[in-house]
């Protein structure tokens, strides 16, 4: 298996390399050079799999003898071990043809544990192989740091700095980041938001030089391995929902910030599985919600909201959708985020939007409507949605046709975010490993949105190894 930048300006290279690639060093993204499509006897045959041997199916067309079998599937175990729940990524019922996949039983009780203790384990297992000093460099609206953070800290050959918005996360999130005490983890708060961090470690990947000479690594959803672990939960979803109730397809609402997990069932529609509509829910950053709509994507001015880890104005992996959407088509990707570049706004023809319009239905959610229905659904169902969820939930139910089986992706537990779920007048029980972050002390340092002023924090946390 190939893979490809989305700005055509690379050449082509296996998994691995993609891996350590991150961000394309074209500015562009990687994606695989032909998706592959799973037919539907072997989709039938795979309806039984656990969810690691599932992981295992699907991580092999695109790993394609990389790794050896026995080794990936050691990785994969090892990566779901850490889980509290044994199914992984449990589907529950919430009401007739409403379902909630539960994405939040990792360590650090959000979505993106289920791709980064992968990614953490195989950034160890290449370290080992190649000797080669692996370090990470991300940013992080919250959820992001603490989970890379916790899949990599005390895994040797690894160093890790995250930059995350000072005082625009919630309180546990900065615990789950802050509280780790070790030389190889740095936490920088920079004064400014998400974007700002996004745009600085995105500039210094497209530093080719820099970015070998640290030999810096991405765990941000620019980095394919990402998308890949998430496709694997849309088909674990979609067999679980099929073993109670005869379905043709399933539509799937997705709590959507850099537009990475809804990507992920993008892409598990495109390997063949059934899923219908995907519905993107955004809170009131809802710039994707305004493309899908009406074919205009412009960042605007940044909000925070009831749900953080969305408070994103420009979605990273919106490009692979457009390399899809142009037919593969690498010169008028660059043409258009050219444009986006000098002119701030990308604008689709009538016939692209009619495409944009039959994958996707959006919803960009208000701060009291997702407060209303967390209260909802607690009340009628007694289902504790996350603030992120919610707006997933309310997305659900003003795009989903009643007639159609939707599941909601669950993308963090309540816990995480008690600032919300307090304004619902709702009093929780903490999970015991949340509960024990409050005591800890705090490790990080407040740096100016500056670009230099964080190199130089980087050279110093990474010199140690490097000639
Ligand atoms: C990261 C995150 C999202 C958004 O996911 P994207 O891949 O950025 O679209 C949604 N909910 C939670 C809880 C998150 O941590």
Redesign the pocket.
Known sequence: MNFVSTRGNVNKIGFIDTVLMGLANDGGLLVPENIPYIPAEKLEAMSELSYQELAYEIFSYYVDGEIPDAELKALIEKSYATFRHPEVTPVQKVKENMYVLEL?HGPTF???DIALQFLGNLYSYVSKKTGESIHILGA?????GA?AIEGVRGKEGIRICILHPHGKVSKVQELQMTTVDDESVLNLAIEGTFDDGQRIIKELFADVEFKNKYHLRAIN?INFV?ILA?TVYYFYAYYQVKKEKDIKSVNFS???????????GYLAKRMGLPVGKLIVATNENNILEGFIHNGLYQPGEFRSTY?P??D?QV???FERYLYYLLDENPIAVSELMEKFKSEGKIVVNKELLEQVQSDFAAHGVEGEECLQTISKYYGETSYLL????A??VAAYESCNDPSEVCVT?A??HPA??NESIERCDIDQTFPKEITQLFDKPQFLEVVEADKDEITRKLEKLFSYSVQ
């Open positions: 939040f959000a979505f993106k992080t609206s919250g959820d992001t989970s959803s990402r998430q997705v709590p959507t910030g850099n537009f990475g997990d809804i990507f992920a749900s880890s969305m994103i979605a990273s992996n996350d603030p992120h969820t707006c997933g992706l993308t963090a995480k975010f």
